[in-house]
């Protein structure tokens, strides 16, 4: 059984691209098959795995939806990248913009992602999604494909606000459009160990949530060697595999693991 995650917040900077890379390497490491799919036109995932010019791959996201669009047949290898750690990826890139819009006059504009993913089945134990930070048509369609969304949220701000529309938002594809979608839980990142304002906001997000939503345990601590991995095309785990941001990462995918069982 393949299991599929969103990973969204329409804030930009939370930590979803991070997350993706470092929970999906992750579970790799725990001998699943993993693929991180890139739903984001800025080209971070590709660019976190080492792709030093997303914009100037020749196949990517949007090669694929368009034959789903166009009802054509897809080859599932199309696309898919493999990274040295393990992990097999589908970039995206600026052209993924230009497609969001053409999306909107398309019949099932809403399902597009989910189609081709379905084509994907028993190929991966978990599909991981990286979201662009909006509620537009591909977070909608993310949505739609996932079995649940993990929701990274920054511990540097108030996020009550934001995480009502997401959640909202959640409610409404729920509703309409994926009546099995879960939410996986909130996963605090970049948290400042010195200070007590992680606390104060975890608190304050357990008060809010906790009751309909589940808040993983394990927080990711703000750490300057997880921001670097960004541009070294490599996980936490290589990088700085005794520093805080790996620990965090390892056990959030225990805390996957044992929560999903896929
Ligand atoms: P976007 O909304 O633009 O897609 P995002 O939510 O995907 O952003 P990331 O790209 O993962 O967020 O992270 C934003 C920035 O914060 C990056 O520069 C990243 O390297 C850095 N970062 C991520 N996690 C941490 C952490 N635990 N500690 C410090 N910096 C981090
Ligand atoms: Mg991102």
């Given amino acids: 059984m393949d299991k ?5 917040n329409q804030k930009g900077g939370v930590g979803k691209t991070t997350t993706c890379v470092n929970l999906g390497i992750g579970l790799v ?3 699943k098959r993993v693929l991180l799919i890139d739903a984001d036109p800025q080209g971070n ?11 100037d791959l020749e196949v990517t996201l949007v090669d694929v939806l368009k034959k789903v669009v166009n009802d054509k047949p897809i080859d599932i290898k199309e696309g898919i990248l493999h990274h040295a750690e393990g992990v097999d990826f589908l970039p995206a890139n ?15 504009r809403e ?75 909130i996963l605090l990142t970049k948290v400042d ?5 992680a606390k ?12 309909q939503i589940h808040i993983f345990e394990n927080c990711i601590p703000l750490s300057v060697r997880a921001a670097e ?18 620990e965090g990462y390892a056990a959030l995918t225990e805390e996957v693991l044992t929560h999903g069982q896929a």
């Fill in 4 to 8: 599929i995650i969103a990973i969204a």
């Fill in 29 to 31: 490491r725990k001998g």
């Fill in 45 to 55: 995932l590709a660019a976190s795995l080492g792709i030093e010019e997303p914009d």
């Fill in 94 to 108: 600026i052209e993924l913009a230009g497609l969001e819009t053409t999306l909107v006059n398309v019949m099932s």
């Fill in 111 to 185: 399902t597009v992602l989910r189609l081709y993913i379905e084509e994907l089945k028993g190929q991966y134990d978990y599909i991981l999604i990286d979201c662009m930070p909006s509620l537009g048509m591909m977070t909608i369609n993310a949505l739609v494909a996932a079995d649940s969304v993990l929701i990274p949220v920054e511990s540097a701000y108030l996020p009550a606000k934001g995480l009502q529309q997401l959640i909202k938002t959640i409610g409404r594809v729920h509703r309409q459009l994926n009546p099995e979608l879960e939410i996986e839980g």
């Fill in 193 to 197: 160990r010195r200070t007590n304002f």
């Fill in 200 to 211: 104060d906001i975890s608190d304050k997000l357990r008060a809010a949530y906790g009751s």
């Fill in 229 to 246: 991995t960004s541009a070294e095309g490599k996980s936490i785990y290589l990088h700085d595999p005794r520093g805080v941001a790996a």
